[in-house]
């Protein structure tokens, strides 16, 4: 140590100040590491984990989040000597956006499902929060001669020419102008070069957050009122001033000018004479709004459902972690415990938060929320505006709102204090994020529950595997609602065997007779039925019965489904179109037909066989505007329709008394999937519409047509005993080596050369295979994905089974690391831990 330098700490870091040097930056691309930034002075006092900052990343400048704070390299486990640490750039918030609990959590998920910690700390933030940075070029002194001097005497201007020339004559220019101009790889090169020559600078300016809070103007009556003398009120002046003066409060000048019809010049005219003040305020989005006044009868609980109840608020009390599993057959009054046991956990001062598997779900328990705890509401979900989502997540993270509701990302509420969180329909594959982050919701919210000390309530009429396993072997509690409420009996469910229907009739036959006949009962009853198939569109190929040619998609390896409304052929994986065909494509032959039946072409039948009957669908094509879902379901509870048609949407959580009949036109293209799930979801899905009815005083009938009636999944859905299926399929599970007994991690190598795919998946698989070397880990493959290819790329998969999960990822970790020093594109590899499917 020379002097002169100033004090130094054992750590060799100067410590005239106690402030952190360092911060440890998790940024959201495709890397599994972490990065050391320095933190200039200005920064060091407020940064902390949590914070966003702006940081240099490659080329680019990338938004990260500070996940650690060091005084030195040395603490922050870097070389001191010889390394080149660049500056944070931009500090964005002193208060923490992610809480430390929170931080934790997404650390979980990034190393659990091997994620990029930093794109799950984005994933885990509201959209509109997310500033970006922007590139403003300006001219220099030099550039400005060059203009004039040596590009001025070419005759074809060049693109460097031109882009200087566009500089020069709007100045500061953001560089998404140029790249509006050129392209973006052009104008960015073409940047780079002139700043390279000293004829532009390139400066970064922080673009203001994507949304802003919302303003309105409003209204409120001036304290001290004029002074006698002036003129009178009008008449119309008079009402306003009374109106506000009735309200005690400011309103809305939109909403006063409408509530007293007065022309927005009045109001201006009162403002001048000094009566009323006109100023701007902030409110809040609010998108359970219309939900306002909405009360609820106290419900008294059965002897069940208390004992139930009483299981969790004891443990609640208790503030341990706790899981329960809350078997209950469909109508069982599921969601009342789920609703008293968020009640008892805000009582005790602590926060609730509830999952549903799909937004749509929402406002149907948002409501029973909204009339409890009214305003401590908050909803989360993606189908609310950016401003909606930012607004609602501001009041959790504040503490206004202390009970939140949402599909998946939900899990990342900013509550803090949690007490309790209930995940509705647990075993629902919407869960699963499909993209990355790939997290489980559920999964992940057990695990916020145990490093929260919460408990946890999974629902379900059809438990998963995984979780009536744990269940099975003591790691949750079990609870069971073994009956529906009122003493309801379940519906009566019967199979059609479709191949005694063909021999009947010598053809294929949509509908069967008996289907058709109860139908027909049904409607003269009075009493509302379910349609259910679980494929949109009207048919589900196009198929030449001259030369047998299907009509496949350009980029997937699936055909295309004919939308008949639309007349269009579709494909339901990437979204390519194509117009119907006259003649059959390969061979122009005029014989086309029409194969496989979707909900268009079951709700056009029907339609057409019962031309008395009130009849529409639900599914993803009826429901695309927003409102549209809530407006058909409501229209079918309040019994302005006899009859509904759809897709799974139709099976979940809806509560319709005067239903009695549901009709499953088919599952057979779900069992025949070739995935280990197909049973249980088949499963699943036929327990979960048959729920639908008989939920009222009269009883329900299910009828389901299938060619496969031998099927297991099938004959224990007509048995409707859960325990039944579940033995069966563990033994299945066990014996094929299938989760819950193994873990499984489907990696998929994807690229539009199939020869890069396989070279690369074969590489990868000999990687794993070495680094394996105890033998912890079963490795298949590489072999086509069954969706062999998709969005024009091909798809190859390797397939690890195993027991140790902490060996599956030290050698993922070698052969990832491998792969990239032999200069393999890690972009390619998709890796999928607990897969829902293996498509
Ligand atoms: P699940 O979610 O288990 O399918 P729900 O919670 O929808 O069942 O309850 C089924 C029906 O029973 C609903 O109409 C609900 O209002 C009603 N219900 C629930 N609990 C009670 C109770 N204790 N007393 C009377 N009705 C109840
Ligand atoms: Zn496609």
Redesign the pocket.
Known sequence: MSVGQGPLDSTGVSCLSSHPMYAEVAVPVYVHQTFTYALPASFAASAQPGCRVLVPFGKQLLTGYVVAVHASLEEAGQEAEGIEVKEVEELFDTDPLVTPELLELTKWIADYYYAPWGEVIKCCLPAGINAEAETIVSITVEGRAALATTFAKRTQPSTKAQALALVAESGMTPARELAKQFNKARAAAVIRELEREGYVTVTRQMQDAVVKPKRQQAVRLVERAPIEGSKPLSEQQDRVIKHLFDAGEPIAFAQLAEAVSVSASVIRTLERRGFVEVFTREVRRDPLAHLKGHTEDE????PK?QAALDQITTKLNGGQYAAFLLH?V???????VYMRAMRAAVEKGKTALMLVPEIALTPMFARRLRAHFGDAVAILHSSLSEGERLDEWNRLRNGEARVCIGARSAVFAPLEDIGLIVVDEEHEASYKQDESPRYHGRDTAIMRAARAGAAVILGS?TPSMESYHNAHTGKYHYLKLDER?GGRALAQVEVVDMREVFARHGKQQVFSDEMKAAIKENFERGEQTLVLLNRRGFSSFVLCRSCGHSVHCTNCDVTLTYHKMEARLTCHYCGHQERVPRGCPNCDGPYIYYVGEGTEQIEALLKEMYPQMRISRLDRDTTRKRGAFERLLGDFATGSMDLLVGTQMIAKGH?FHNVTLVCVVSVDAGLAMPDFRASERTFQLLTQVA?RAG?GEKPGRVLIQSYHTESYALEFAREQVYESFYEHEIHFRQEMRYPPFVALINILVRHSDYGRAASTAAELTRLLKVADAEQALRILGPAPAPLSRLKGEHRLQVLVKTRNRRRAREALDAAMLGLKESGYDLRMITVEVDPVSLM
């Open positions: 419900l008294t609980l059965t459902q209950g469909t109508g069982s009054g599921k969601t009342e009429a409420i509560d729920g939920r």
